[in-house]
């Protein structure tokens, strides 16, 4: 259970935290002594689970609930908590109010990045001596592929093996290969860039709105139509 310390019912100067008599005491110590208020009390280490009357303006009170309202965190912005008092317990609760657009635009271009090295690095498919084969390059595989392109000669075959097949490659086909893949990857980055330029350039946090699908898809549950 978590307990508040307060004020006229008005300031919070602890909590919502768990029993720990050791931090109550001596704040209500510092209390006593910052506003000259008579304060003769001494928590139990015994965790009391029920308010507690600490004078006529301090109070302890167990706290009942948090109620966090249905929001989205890309565009809206919790206040609070605000407290109610009731029943020897406190329940808490907050407002939601538009988040400000400029922190929403960079939650987005985080989101817009990361989606990006996910597509920079998941593999893709290309014909390599009319057989289609996946290619891996990722960050941690792409140098595997430029490391053996540099240490060949001009007529040095090398057998590579792809999930599909083994093929004898000449350098000028792994050199093909690394085209591709570098090509692959700038095209995310264009993706991204693309985005980062709609995101920086919307006015409203509707405009942003519409944004959101292209950086994470829905997803499509297949047994629903």
Do not use: C
């Amino acid at each position: 259970m978590q307990y508040l310390l307060v004020e006229n019912r008005q300031i919070v100067h602890l909590g919502p935290m768990n029993w720990n008599a050791r931090r109550f005491q001596s704040e209500i110590n510092d209390l006593a002594e910052q506003e000259d208020l008579e304060i003769n009390f001494t928590f139990s280490p015994t965790e009391s689970q029920s308010y507690i009357k600490i004078s006529d303006t301090v109070e302890m009170f167990p706290v009942d609930a948090i109620n966090v309202p249905n929001h989205d965190p890309l565009f809206d912005q919790l206040v609070g908590p605000f407290w109610n008092y009731d029943g020897g317990t406190a329940t808490g609760s907050y407002n939601v109010i538009p988040a400000d657009i400029n922190a929403s635009k960079g939650a987005l271009i985080q989101m817009t990045a990361g989606q990006r090295w996910i597509k920079e690095n998941k593999p893709f498919q290309m014909s390599v001596q009319s057989t289609q084969v996946t290619i891996d390059f990722s960050r941690t595989n792409r140098n595997v592929y430029v490391s053996q392109y540099a240490a060949m000669a001009d007529t040095d075959n090398v057998s590579w093996k792809f999930p599909e097949a083994w093929l004898i490659l000449t350098k000028t086909e792994l050199g093909g290969i690394i085209t591709s893949g570098n090509a692959y990857v700038q095209t995310q980055y264009n993706w991204e860039k693309g985005l980062v330029d709609q995101i920086n350039a919307a006015n409203t946090s509707d405009d942003l709105k519409t944004l959101v699908s292209q950086i994470v898809p829905p997803v499509v549950n297949p047994g629903v139509i």
